[in-house]
C-alpha cells in the first residue's frame, strides 16, 4: 500500500474511534483476540484444510472478513458474524500465478494466525487488533502485519516474522 492511500486508511479507522470493536469482543480487555479467532476458527470450521491469510474487522466488530487459502491456493473469503456463524462466502477468481504465491506463502509460514495475533496482542496489549494478513515483503520477509488501535485512537503497525514468531516492528 502507497504512503498516500496508508494514510488515508489510518485516518479513517482513527476518525471511527475507539467504537471500532477489533479483535475483542466488548466485554474482553484491550490485546484480546477472541472475537477474531473466533471469526477465523469458524471459516476454518466451514472450508476444511484451510489456512488463515487475513481477518479484517468490519460493521464495528459485528462482521469479519476472513480470507483463507486452500491447499491448492484457492483463495476465498468468508463473511463471519460475531456469534461465528458464517454469513457469506466466495471464491476469489485469481489466476495459476496467484494461486502458486498463495500456496507458497501458506506453505512457509510456521506461525498460525491465532499465534500472530497472541504476539501481536503482547507488543501492544493496550490494543484492538482491527485487521491482520500474512504476506510476503520483498524477496524474503514473510510476515503477519497487523494494525492495532488503543482505546485513545492511537494506530501501530506491528509485524510478525511468520517463520521465527520475532516482532520484527512496532510502528
Do not use: C
Not at 27 to 46: I, K, L, Q
Amino acid at each position: 500500500m502507497d504512503g498516500a492511500r496508508r494514510t488515508k486508511v489510518i485516518i479513517g479507522t482513527v476518525f471511527m474511534g475507539s467504537a471500532l470493536a477489533g479483535f475483542t469482543a466488548p466485554s474482553e480487555p484491550p490485546g484480546g483476540t477472541g472475537a477474531g479467532e473466533r471469526a477465523s476458527a469458524a471459516a476454518m470450521d466451514a472450508v476444511k484444510d484451510s489456512k488463515v491469510l487475513s481477518v479484517q474487522s468490519n460493521n464495528e466488530g459485528r462482521v469479519w472478513e476472513v480470507q483463507l487459502a486452500g491447499p491448492d491456493g484457492t483463495e476465498r473469503m468468508l463473511e463471519v458474524d460475531a456469534s461465528g456463524k458464517v454469513s457469506a462466502a466466495r471464491v476469489k477468481d485469481t489466476g495459476e500465478g496467484e494461486k502458486a504465491r498463495v500456496m507458497g506463502i501458506s506453505k512457509d509460514a510456521r506461525l498460525s494466525f491465532k499465534d500472530a495475533a497472541a504476539k501481536v496482542s503482547s507488543a501492544v496489549p493496550e490494543g484492538r487488533i482491527t485487521h491482520m494478513s500474512l504476506d510476503r515483503y520483498g524477496d524474503e520477509a514473510l510476515v503477519w502485519d497487523a494494525d492495532v488501535l488503543t482505546s485513545e485512537g492511537a494506530w501501530h503497525g506491528v509485524k510478525v516474522d511468520a517463520r521465527t514468531g520475532n516482532v520484527t516492528r512496532i510502528g
